[in-house]
């Protein structure tokens, strides 16, 4: 988030790319997360809906697929990633446990709605189509980069990707909202683009250093992580745009569960444990100073 020339060994790469994770292209040492010491917080715990406090432990739908939000670790089942850290974080200081389920990114909101999943916790940007489902609290802030092959870079201009093979994951905000505009654009210039839409990210990233797709975009963190653990096979290209909140996605008009989210985040962050865990992921610039429900 593949390809078939030199078949024996562009597969073999392929299949090591995929199974590692979102952008764990390299298969390094596995992440020591920051040392944090969570509290309960009376207050906010209060707010969390009797259903949930009888529970104890949220089911938390979330696409493993996305280093460094949420992936999969060495051992192909436990999810780990910023995102995973700073939630549990959350979850305790409401006096609850985090059960981190992989589920396809597309399926998590309608999970969440159905009562599959207590919350969605996935890189999903906020937006209004979204809004329109569920109710989100921002956490986190985030933008739209573009990578390629370092050999194929300066072919590539995000603004203007006409007549590229452009590889994204189902369901982002990148397929929905950034590339149609583009699309439409470059079909009516008679160099159409033509979109490789992946499952998953790791998905996608493959492609890319397989040489199947041109270029890929995604969101910042994950371009950034992505490149950084290719190895020089990965290279930016152009600027972060669109920057945009990420945000938990619980059911619709819950207003005092998202409060007691807010509450837990606005503690995490007094106390500086926010900052250490993004921090600690290399994604602290994406801190935010207020967090709030459908902001």
């Known amino acids: 988030m593949r390809r078939s020339m030199l078949m024996a060994g562009l597969a073999a790469a392929s299949l090591a790319l995929a199974g590692c994770g979102s952008g764990s292209l390299s298969g390094g040492p596995a992440h020591k997360g920051a040392s944090v010491s969570v509290s309960v917080d009376k207050a906010a715990a209060a707010k969390v809906p009797a ?7 949220l089911a ?3 696409d493993a697929s996305y280093a460094p939000s949420e992936f999969l670790a060495g051992d192909g089942k436990t999810v780990e990633g910023f995102d995973v850290d700073l939630f549990k974080a959350v979850a305790e200081k ?3 446990k985090a059960n981190f389920q992989n589920a396809s990114f597309d ?3 309608t999970g969440v709605t159905g009562g599959k999943y207590d919350i969605g916790v996935s890189s999903f940007t906020i937006n209004p189509d979204r809004m329109k489902q569920a109710d989100m609290v921002s956490y986190f ?3 739209t980069q573009w990578a390629a092959q370092p050999s194929e870079a300066g072919k590539v201009n995000p603004q203007k990707p006409c007549g590229l093979n452009v590889a994204v994951q189902k369901g982002t905000t990148q397929l929905q909202d950034d590339l149609p505009a583009k699309i439409r654009a470059c079909k009516a210039a008679g160099k159409p683009i033509h979109v490789l839409v992946y499952d998953k990210q790791d998905q996608a990233t493959a492609a890319v250093v397989a040489g199947k797709a041109d270029a890929m975009l995604a969101d910042s963190p994950v371009i950034a992580y992505a490149v950084k653990q290719s190895s020089g096979k ?3 290209v152009g600027s972060i745009y669109a920057a945009a909140p990420y945000g938990y996605v619980i059911p619709k008009n819950d ?3 998202g409060q007691a989210l807010v509450m837990a985040l606005t503690d995490l962050q007094k106390n500086g444990d926010y900052q250490k865990i993004l921090k600690s992921w290399g994604v602290d610039q994406g801190a935010i100073s207020k967090f709030a429900v459908n902001p």
């Open 255 to 257: 207003g005092q569960f």
């Open 141 to 143: 802030n985030a933008g």
């Open 51 to 57: 259903s949930l406090k009888k529970k104890g432990t």
């Open 60 to 62: 938390v739908g979330s």
């Open 94 to 96: 409401l006096g609850l």
């Open 234 to 236: 990965l290279k930016a």
């Open 107 to 109: 399926t998590i909101i």
